[in-house]
């Protein structure tokens, strides 16, 4: 593992604290008037999902964790996991839907997803900014219903259920924000 300095962070980054990964979501260097200086910082267990807030010492020495990102091929999901398909080995992988966490809300079959391994482990998934997905049940607008910003639920080919403007139909695709899981535009 390379060790590094706590002046060296920067977000994104994964951490190896305690026996688990942690990436950091935001940190903050910290120069008192009086004592030493401390890094204040905002983690996320890559594992659990759990955000912790911990202190460090000015460069004190902390082991980064090496996150290989696999590009993966979404085949098709086979009970409760995912399979995948390596792009350059050809090698599929079951991956469970825990693993996945909310990922599996915008995953259709062909997409192609970074994978984030640690060792042989899958530890998360980056998704693109927004995905385009089929509604696959929502109520029909009605002619002359056109209120300015109204919402209906709509489900999606994923089974994930956003709120769409009215005018949005039946087997037309929208564009999903991955982030915040909120509807985007039509497609």
Not at 58 to 78: G, N, P
Request: hydrophobic share 40%; aromatic share 6%.
């Amino acid at each position: 593992m390379p060790v590094i300095s706590t002046n060296d962070l920067k977000n994104g980054m994964t951490l190896e604290l305690d026996n688990a990964l942690f990436q950091v979501v935001s940190f903050q260097h910290v120069k008192p008037g009086k004592g030493g200086a401390f890094v204040r910082t905002t983690l996320k267990n890559a594992r659990t999902g759990a955000v912790i807030e911990r202190t460090f010492r000015a460069d004190e020495k902390v082991e980064r964790a090496q996150i290989d990102k696999r590009e993966m091929s979404y085949l098709y999901r086979d009970g409760d996991d995912f399979v995948f398909m390596d792009s350059q080995t050809y090698e599929q992988m079951h991956v469970p839907a825990s693993t996945l966490d909310t990922a599996t809300n915008y995953l259709i079959e062909g997409a192609t997803p970074v994978l984030l391994m640690y060792g042989d482990q899958i530890v998360g998934v980056d998704l693109p900014a927004a995905v385009e997905l089929l509604v696959t049940d929502t109520e029909p607008g009605i002619q002359g219903d056109r209120v300015s910003g109204a919402r209906k639920p709509a489900t999606l080919e994923t089974g994930l259920v956003v709120q769409v403007p009215l005018f949005i139909n039946q087997g037309e695709k929208v564009k999903v924000d991955t982030r915040s899981g909120d509807y985007l535009s039509k497609a």
